[in-house]
């Protein structure tokens, strides 16, 4: 029994490596992004979500990739790269595609559909849909990884429930709560990959 849960979080480890070099070129994308919306005024804010604009409807896709500023952006690197790396080892590519697809679209027309006025953009949603998705991972499909992720998950990040509330007029509270459902969801949804 003890060998199968090595030879289980061995795997995963594994995974992860092999993930690493990947999912860090994604997130210095992001980094570029952001450094050329820096360099052009931030023009791209125009992308952010503005709720019931239909205008804005395309920020739903495009919001996660830009960040107000870099502290906005440098605070959500940590979680999206710990969390996403963690989805991405233990389901593999093409559900992690499927899964950031969901949590995108369905946390974006949330706030779209439900948000107060103003323009939300940031990953910050898509982290809290990382993190609902873990939790509800573990709870579905208990296995020694799925829960020590959780637990993993809970201590490091654990203040991401905290975002779910009303708290600072700066912040989005509805993309970290719409995303955290967003995520929850993914684990009822078949994966069509």
Known sequence: MTFDFANEIMNFIQKCMFYLKPWAIVLGILWCINIFNWLIGSRLNVFAIVPRSPSHLIGILISPLIHANFNHLFFNSIPLFILGLAILAR???????????????????????????????????????????????????????????????????????????????????????????????????????
């Open 91 to 193: 389901e593999g590519t093409y559900a992690f595609c499927w899964i950031t697809l969901v949590i995108t679209v369905l946390g974006g027309l949330g706030v779209w559909l439900f948000a107060r006025k103003g323009r939300h953009l940031g990953a910050s949603g898509l982290i809290s849909g990382y993190f609902g998705y873990i939790l509800m991972t573990a709870y579905q499909d208990t296995s020694v990884v799925t829960v020590l992720l959780a637990i993993l998950g809970i201590y490091y990040f654990g203040s991401i429930l905290f975002g779910l509330f009303p708290t600072n007029k700066q912040v989005s509270w509805e993309a970290h709560l719409f995303g955290f459902l967003a995520g929850i969801v993914c684990v009822f949804v078949p994966k069509i990959f």
